[in-house]
């Protein structure tokens, strides 16, 4: 039983309304940078699935980004099959992909499986630089379309030209993964994958397949990075190799840690913080790396549970702002 | 009827042999308790039988499976259920939800289903709260529901641990060192709950160094040195039986 | 012949450099079980290191390598001292994660301070080509042989016959019964990633004249030695020196005969491969689980 009006749920309506009515009075630069927060923020949840959720710490993802843009990229202008059929191959091919290495990849446990995650990640990254005649190689691929209008009911078709409107666009995506992902971790099946991570033998022993389950996180988890991508190639009309290059999927990590993995506000969170900030000081491309693994080096040492994860034990202590104790370090509200 | 039949089990690990040529079988709805001294291969034969180890030879049937070198999660879904010598439990989850997990294994709701919290899903998972509840009340632990497992006193984790079990209805309950670590006071009260457990129709193998507890429940016992089976019989006797005397010289136990 | 004795030869000097990364990490990995995958960026680190210690220090090559060795070694000892010490009871995968940041900061380092502009570590006696029998074979990369050569025996006598190289080894084998002889396991830790890391110093000192300086040189090695010490057995110095050789050979036996730009993607394959039949290497032993 649920209190309908907690202090959180209160706090992400009034976030929510925020995020629909005030980027129509901020700048297209400003909107642009919002749109690459929510497609990141996709990416964050997508690795917290697999790894808050399910404990597999996976470096790859950033292959399955690359691999949902590339595809959603080539189908749609290779195939001229329109906007939403080449999404949707997008997606099927990225989480085809992600079933595919995800065999091999979850038989092994713990660094194994890191390591071969980075492995893919750093090789899908070679090959889409290297084939050229595909991938169109370092010059990247061009003419990615944006969704097709929408005719709506007095008339009018809501075109995608407009940044704002490709925001609302991406917005909405953002709302149905973290949706989906909240229903799905809340779920009963939401908890095998939470019972994998905290301790898989266990699992295992009480009857549970485990390498299927974690098959299916992390098929799921590769789906949504590939949607991710997709979005991210109509939303910039141009991709190239630089999407594909590993750190795409290290920053993301960063981004999960600084939030707070295993809650569901922490991905959003943390990539707001992460991307927003340099962002609005200026910081040269190149700085970030570097301000990115300090910052997770200072939050992995000194508060791994990241900020969300900080706020959820600091606050009790501040003398009860939660309504009834919540058992489990897995936030599921 | 015979529940369990293992045929010359062995079991290596590099120069050690853990279990050496290992015959018994159990039958259906006795109690049995494994003991031996320490280091003698009863956890590494529990493992084997669980699927946590695969045997360098020989066989177990099952219920009429042959399930020799199966899966953890398989010798489960078989029926067979353990616990482990360290308590293990999911300690920072709810006690309930322990038993929600607990039944994991026969869950039919899929992603979908759980996403768009079909009426299907939901009854499923009324019918696994409640199924849950009814076996907490079962192993004595109403009340704590909402409790973090990892609060809980020993005693009541390792009750806990047997619940978790009990939740996915076994046909043979293994319980490794059900009473280790528990008060003198508390150990009736959890010997109480396994003959309990028998009664309901588990048939129940244990692994045990508290003589005078083994000897009052157990229908037959086995004694295990070195990985050999050196003895099988009654608890009468066993305990006059020269071998099984000598193995525990200097180790005698009297619990 | 001639081709494929060249590339017999290509990949010995290449199998030198990852033996020298994959010993690295193989020793830390004994210790902590941790992989430190920022052996790659370590090593790239190093090679530039020793570009700017001799482009504009005008220092001489040698002093640069030991310095650059020694820098790297200092650079280890920090690292353990203040990040992965602290974090001795911290779960694992918060460890890999600093392991990640650490990469993720060299890179930034990298980035920002060396540029991405590819650069030559040009030295007079670096491009001077040997022959002999129809082989070739740059001087630097003769260089890197003897060096490999030089270390790897310098490492099996300070284990072998040393004590604390006997603690060190003790330790990677059984943590705890190191702790009951009295062994001081952090200072062991301690010296076992200073070791590690001035293992990829030296790595990269001594490839740095033989090929390009990017930023990202490191990755591919780094992940080829991983490569090396799964396939050749965990926590085995041997086996990592082995499986380096068999993947520095097959690399340059499939750069030749196949293709340059999916060598790496070959030895991933292989990787793949060999954790999917033999996960545990082909000097390794079944795990015993008590």
């Not at chain 1, 971790?185 to 485990?210: M, P, Q, R």
């Not at chain 2, 293990?88 to 026969?106: W, Y």
């Not at chain 3, 340059?252 to 996960?279: D, Q």
Request: proline share 4%; net charge positive.
């Amino acid at each position: 039983m649920r209190k309908l009006y907690s202090l959180e749920r209160v706090s992400w309506l009034f976030v929510l309304i925020l995020a629909i009515v005030v980027p129509p009075i901020l700048g297209g630069y400003l909107t642009s940078i919002l749109i690459l927060i929510c497609i990141w923020s996709m990416m964050c949840i997508s690795l917290n699935l697999i790894y808050g959720y399910t404990g597999q710490l996976s470096l790859g993802h950033s292959a399955f980004l690359a691999l949902g843009a590339y595809s959603f990229g080539l189908v749609a202008v290779k195939l001229h099959i329109g906007f939403w059929p080449a999404f949707l191959a997008a997606a099927v091919i990225t989480g085809l992909f992600g079933f595919l290495i995800g065999i091999p990849a979850l038989k092994l446990r713990g660094h194994f499986f890191v390591l071969v995650t980075l492995g893919f990640a750093v090789t899908i990254g070679v090959i889409v630089l290297a084939w050229v005649d595909f991938t169109g190689g370092a010059n990247g691929l061009a003419g990615i379309p944006r969704p097709d209008p929408i005719p709506l009911p007095w008339g009018v078709k809501f075109r995608f030209d407009s940044l704002l409107h490709m925001y609302y666009f991406v917005l909405l995506f953002l709302i149905l993964t973290a949706g989906f992902c909240h229903r799905l971790v809340s779920s009963l099946l939401g908890k095998t994958f939470i019972a994998i991570c905290h301790d898989e033998n266990l699992t295992e022993s009480l009857g549970v397949n485990t390498m299927s389950r974690k098959l299916l996180s992390f098929t799921i988890s590769a789906m949504l990075a590939g949607v991710a991508g997709a979005l991210y190639a109509s939303y910039n009309a141009v991709i190239s190799p630089e999407i594909a290059h590993f750190t795409r999927g290290t920053d993301v990590l960063a981004y999960l840690i600084v939030g707070g993995s295993a809650t569901m506000t922490g991905p959003i969170v943390g990539t707001f913080v992460l991307v927003a900030i340099p962002e609005v000081l200026q910081v040269v491309p190149y700085l970030k790396t570097l301000i990115n693994g300090v910052i997770l080096m200072l939050f992995i040492v000194f508060l791994p549970s990241g900020i969300i994860g900080g706020f959820k034990t600091i606050l009790p202590k501040l003398g009860g702002l939660r309504g009834r104790p919540r058992a489990g370090e897995h936030d599921i509200a | 009827m015979t529940l369990l039949e293992v045929s010359s089990l062995n079991k290596r690990f590099g120069g050690l042999m853990a279990v050496s040529d290992v015959n018994f079988s159990i039958q259906s709805g006795e109690l049995l308790s494994i003991i031996g001294p320490n280091g003698a291969g009863k956890t590494t034969l529990f493992n084997l039988l669980t699927g946590i180890y695969r045997p360098t030879s020989g066989g177990i049937h099952f219920n009429g499976s042959d399930i020799t070198g199966c899966k953890p999660y398989q010798a489960a879904r078989y029926g067979i259920g353990r616990t482990f010598q360290r308590t293990t439990i999911f300690r920072k989850e709810t006690v309930l939800d322990n038993l929600v997990i607990g039944q994991s294994l026969h869950m039919k709701t899929g992603v979908w289903g759980s996403v768009l919290k079909t009426s299907a899903a939901r009854w499923e998972e009324q019918q696994i709260r409640e199924k849950a509840r009814e076996i907490l009340s079962f192993v004595g632990l109403t009340g704590s529901e909402d409790k973090t497992a990892g609060n809980l006193t020993e005693e009541a984790q390792k009750r806990l641990s047997i619940a978790m079990v009990l939740v996915a209805k076994p046909k043979l309950l293994l319980l490794d060192e059900p009473t280790g670590g528990v008060n003198l006071e508390e150990i009736g009260g959890l010997i109480e709950l396994v003959k309990k457990v028998q009664e309901s129709g588990v048939t129940i193998c244990l692994i045990e160094h508290k003589m005078r507890m083994v000897m009052s429940i157990s229908d037959r016992i086995i004694v295990l040195n070195y990985g050999k089976k050196i003895a099988e019989g009654t608890p009468n006797e066993v305990a006059s039986n020269g071998e099984v005397i000598k193995a525990y010289l200097g180790e005698r136990r009297v619990a | 012949m001639g081709e494929l004795g060249q590339y017999i030869l290509n990949g010995i000097s290449q199998g030198c450099v990852y033996a020298l990364l994959a010993s690295g990490l193989t020793l830390v990995f004994g210790i902590f079980d941790i992989p430190n995958f920022a052996q790659g960026h370590l090593y790239m680190f190093a090679a530039y290191i020793g570009f700017y210690m001799v482009t504009l220090f005008s220092m001489s090559y040698w002093l640069a390598v030991i310095l650059a060795t020694i820098a790297l070694g200092i650079l280890g000892l920090l690292t353990y001292g203040f990040i992965f010490y602290p974090m001795r009871d911290a779960p694992k995968v918060n460890c890999f994660v600093a392991a990640l940041a650490l990469l993720m900061i060299l890179e930034g380092v990298a980035l920002y301070f060396f540029g991405t502009e590819t650069k030559w570590f040009i030295l007079p006696h670096a491009k001077r080509i040997l022959t002999f029998g129809g082989l070739a074979l740059a001087m630097q990369r003769l260089i890197v042989i003897i060096g490999t050569l030089i270390v790897m025996v310098s490492l099996q006598l300070f284990i072998k016959r040393t004590t604390i190289g006997a603690a060190l080894e003790a330790t990677a084998q059984h943590r705890e019964g190191a702790m009951l002889c009295g062994i001081k396991v952090s200072r062991v830790s301690a010296l076992a990633f200073t070791v590690g890391t001035a293992l990829a110093g030296i790595a990269g000192v001594l490839i740095g004249p033989a090929v390009l300086l990017m930023p990202t040189m490191g990755m591919g090695p780094v992940l080829v030695a991983f490569s090396a010490i799964i396939f050749g057995g965990l926590g085995s110095i041997g086996g990592a020196v082995l499986g380096a050789f068999v993947l520095g050979l097959l690399e340059s036996l499939a750069s030749g005969y196949i293709s340059a730009t999916y060598s790496l993607t070959f030895v991933f394959g292989i990787l793949i491969l060999t954790l999917l039949f033999r996960p545990k290497g082909l000097l390794g032993k079944e795990v015993w689980r008590p």
